[in-house]
């Protein structure tokens, strides 16, 4: 069992995207990326697999407390290095602290200081003023929002400290990943997935983004290790129990589906984690209090929210890709595209946009964080076909079945190519294709180099795609 990140695989990882990238660039030269998308991209890819192979080498040996401590002050280094050159890096491209096509981001500012207004005002009513306020508001959209209310409430609207602490919460986050990783699968798998998350460019570009997705992470990781924590205890408190229940009604009001999703994970690993885990009391204590839990809160809104997302779950992304098809400037081709297509590429999608296209200049800058990701697919397929060939799967089943859950629900969504919303899963990406690297084998590497092939066409034939669509290519 490998305990790094050889250099084998990082290597020629590296030299993969120097050559899709000249490749792209050859073949599109007159659609070519800005060459500061091309520094953003090397600078992701070369330093995440450069860093990989040595801090997973020279951290090996470290004892615990001191890999924590360090893993935890490299990783808040990292994004908050990274949130203080983003910051002023923005204000120069977009003439403000926010990304391009900032939306969303200035809606949740927007409400945040509306909230900080009812704080100072004394009105903590959140859900009925925001609904108001925003003329309609789900349950989902709340959390951030309020969340957000009491730190511009504290600190004068300022967000520069938001992304300060979300910097923060994200290197906690790798902290988390840790120590689930290593209760599953050892010390050395638990490591590498740590160090993995840490420089994973997607986790650490969303800290300076002024979105809800680093909350969800953070969260998302906490409700899986406090309920596998819960699980593999054999000593059962309230407060234990207590703490995963109250994350996954938290989780609700980030995003429904996400919340659904947390608790479709507990009862799956209640229903099919092993007697060794789990033995037939734990389950029935934890599972009445599921269930007292679901009939308390799943009633009024978030239950109308819910039925809503079922509902609409046929038709959503059928509607949502011809309107990306028909609407100005978008891809004529999109309307092709559905869940037979996304369902089996679920786990290397989105593909990295390597040319220019308006208005994508955020699918641009994060274009080398979403290589790394497709790299490290073949490694998560490779855990998936070694616990399954090893009878092995059931261990796991809590991590799994969220992690599956998530991403079955969203290739039948509307937002599948969306890089964003595969965010709540990436840590256990992370966890996964730590655990793959671990088993690699010299037959691994005759695999790889396949795989490295079939990826640079896919690479190529998306970057035709999303010009032809356009009429650019």
Not at 13 to 20: N, Q
Not at 58 to 81: C, G, N, P, Q
Not at 326 to 334: E, F, I, K
Request: charged letters at 15%; proline letters at 2%; hydrophobic letters at 55%.
């Amino acid at each position: 069992m490998l305990n790094y990140f050889p250099k084998y695989f990082t290597n020629k990882a590296i030299l993969l995207y120097f050559i899709a990238l000249l490749a792209v660039t050859f073949v599109f030269f007159s659609r070519s990326m800005n060459v500061l998308w091309v520094v953003f991209g090397i600078v992701e890819v070369a330093g995440f697999f450069y860093f990989s192979n040595l801090l997973t080498r020279k951290w090996s040996d470290l004892s615990e407390k001191t890999f924590r401590k360090r893993l935890m002050y490299t990783s808040a280094v990292i994004r908050i290095v990274w949130v203080v050159f983003s910051y002023f890096f923005y204000m120069a491209m977009t003439g403000q602290p926010f990304e391009f096509d900032a939306a969303d981001s200035m809606f949740y500012d927007s409400l945040g200081k509306f909230g900080s207004n009812l704080i100072s005002n004394g009105n903590f009513n959140f859900y009925t003023e925001f609904d108001r306020y925003s003329g309609g508001l789900n349950i989902s959209d709340t959390g951030y929002p309020i969340y957000l209310s009491f730190i511009y409430f504290f600190t004068g609207n300022s967000m520069f400290v938001v992304f300060v602490i979300k910097a923060i919460i994200s290197a906690w986050t790798c902290v988390f990943v840790y120590k689930l990783a290593v209760r599953n699968f050892g010390e050395h798998t638990g490591r590498m997935a740590a160090i993995l998350c840490m420089l994973m460019p997607n986790l650490i570009i969303y800290c300076s983004l002024h979105l809800k997705e680093v909350e969800m992470v953070f969260l998302s990781v906490v409700f899986i290790e406090k309920t596998d924590y819960l699980i593999r205890s054999k000593n059962l408190t309230f407060r234990r129990i207590a703490v995963p229940l109250l994350v996954a009604i938290v989780l609700f009001s980030f995003r429904t589906v996400l919340g659904a999703t947390a608790l479709f994970a507990l009862l799956t690993a209640l229903l099919f984690s092993t007697q060794r885990i789990l033995g037939f009391g734990q389950r029935l204590i934890i599972g009445l209090w599921v269930v007292v839990a679901i009939i308390y809160f799943m009633g009024g809104r978030i239950s109308t929210e819910i039925e809503h997302v079922w509902a609409d779950r046929a038709t959503n992304q059928k509607s949502t890709l011809e309107w990306r098809a028909q609407r100005q400037g978008g891809n004529m081709l999109a309307d092709r595209a559905g869940a037979a297509i996304f369902a089996p590429a679920i786990f290397i999608i989105p593909i990295p946009t390597m040319v220019n296209i308006p208005g994508q200049e955020n699918q641009q800058l994060i274009h080398g964080g979403n290589f790394v990701k497709d790299i490290l697919a073949f490694f998560l397929v490779f855990f998936f076909i070694s616990v399954i060939r090893n009878n092995k799967w059931r261990d796991f089943s809590l991590i799994e079945a969220f992690f599956v859950g998530y991403l079955v629900i969203l290739a039948f969504s509307a937002f599948a190519q969306s890089e964003r919303y595969h965010q709540p899963v990436l840590p256990f990406y992370m966890m996964f294709a730590a655990y793959g690297i671990s088993q690699a084998t010299n037959k691994t590497k005759f695999y790889f180099n396949w795989y490295m092939v079939g990826l640079f066409l896919v690479i190529l034939a998306w970057n035709w795609f999303k010009l032809a669509g356009r009429g650019l290519a």
